[in-house]
């Protein structure tokens, strides 16, 4: 069983800036590509961004240009840096593990509890 807690949400203005954290509790983390979602009110969920196990990332285009995932296998670790917020990020973002490419809409895997991030004046 693969347990992911994630951190770092809260409250922010618009052009302000959040680094998302994962911790995992297994060590064979690295076998893992991890994604970032995100789902807001009355909204689906959707995929922010994931990288591979072998460290190719990906982008959903709303976030493209703003936001930069990574992970460091040697501490479990997996960030979300987001710069450039805007009111549309708000919602609650979930750190997803598994094998394989994610789905739009995840499902697979294994999840953390999320974190919330509000944009807003």
């Known amino acids: 069983q693969l347990h992911l807690v994630e951190s770092g949400g809260g409250l922010v203005q618009p052009g302000g800036s959040l680094r998302l954290s994962c911790a995992a509790s297994?060590?064979?983390?690295?076998?893992?590509?991890l994604a970032w979602y995100r789902q807001a009110p009355g909204k689906p969920r959707e995929l922010v961004a994931h990288?591979?196990?072998?460290?190719?990332?990906h982008y959903a285009d709303s976030v493209k240009g703003r936001s930069t995932i990574s992970r460091d296998n040697d501490k479990n670790m997996l960030y979300l840096q987001m710069n450039n917020l805007k009111p549309d990020d708000t919602a609650t973002y979930s750190c997803?593990?598994?094998?394989?490419?994610?789905?739009?809409?995840?499902?697979?895997?294994?999840w953390g509890q999320g974190t919330q991030v509000s944009v807003s004046s």
């Open positions: 997803n593990a598994l094998i394989g490419p994610p789905t739009p809409g995840g499902g697979r895997g294994y």
């Open positions: 990288i591979e196990y072998g460290g190719t990332t």
């Open positions: 297994r060590i064979v983390f690295s076998a893992y590509t």
